[in-house]
């Protein structure tokens, strides 16, 4: 056993990246504070092939010294908007035919792992305000809210953790990696 070098890893490159088919999954980041995160999860949405980042309301844009510290170069081959609200994103997402899904606990949130995406269903997830969470204005307007089960003494997990864990959820069953 070896670590892989870069040639190995037979990694994309950021033309291809552009050319190749992307999972259905939009990423919406709702008032995001931390540049840190953000980065953060443009490199998430460049390892699962994220079809596109809304960024919304306070959630900074690249370019910027503290996004692209951790970035890592994803915000070149990752596609991104600006909206200048969360609620304009949904609009945008809801009339190209996408399923609104919040990530937060609420009265009637389901359980990650008993949440499975209809086939053939664009998707767009909505990651919350590190301290607010997701605006319950922006509650008012999703299809499904999906929570992470949770343990401890903390009720929630910080947002770039968050989306690795939604986001390779959601990509291992559209993609069937795991069967169920």
């Known amino acids: 056993m070896h670590k892989l070098n870069m040639n190995e890893l037979n990694r994309l490159t950021v033309g291809e990246f552009k050319m190749v088919e992307k999972i259905p999954i939009v990423i919406v980041l709702d008032n995001i504070r931390s540049q840190n995160n953000i980065g953060s999860i443009f490199r998430t949405a460049d390892a699962f092939r994220i079809s596109e980042l809304h960024l919304c309301g306070i959630t900074a844009t ?9 970035a890592l170069g994803s915000t070149e081959s990752v596609s991104w908007k600006y909206f200048p609200s969360t609620m304009d994103s949904i609009r945008e997402l809801k009339s190209k035919g996408f399923k609104i899904c919040a990530i937060e606990q609420t009265t009637y949130s389901i359980p990650i792992d008993r949440y ?5 269903v664009k998707i767009a997830v909505i990651f919350g305000n590190e301290v607010r969470g997701v605006d319950e204005n922006v509650i008012q307007e999703v299809d499904i809210c999906i929570e992470i089960p949770q343990f401890g003494t903390k009720h929630s997990l910080n947002i770039s953790v968050a989306v690795g864990i939604v986001i390779w959820d959601l990509f291992r069953k559209i ?3 795991i069967k169920m």
């Open 62 to 70: 690249p370019p910027h010294r503290e996004i692209h510290k951790t």
């Open 116 to 120: 499975y995406p209809p086939e053939n």
């Open 175 to 177: 993609n069937n990696v």
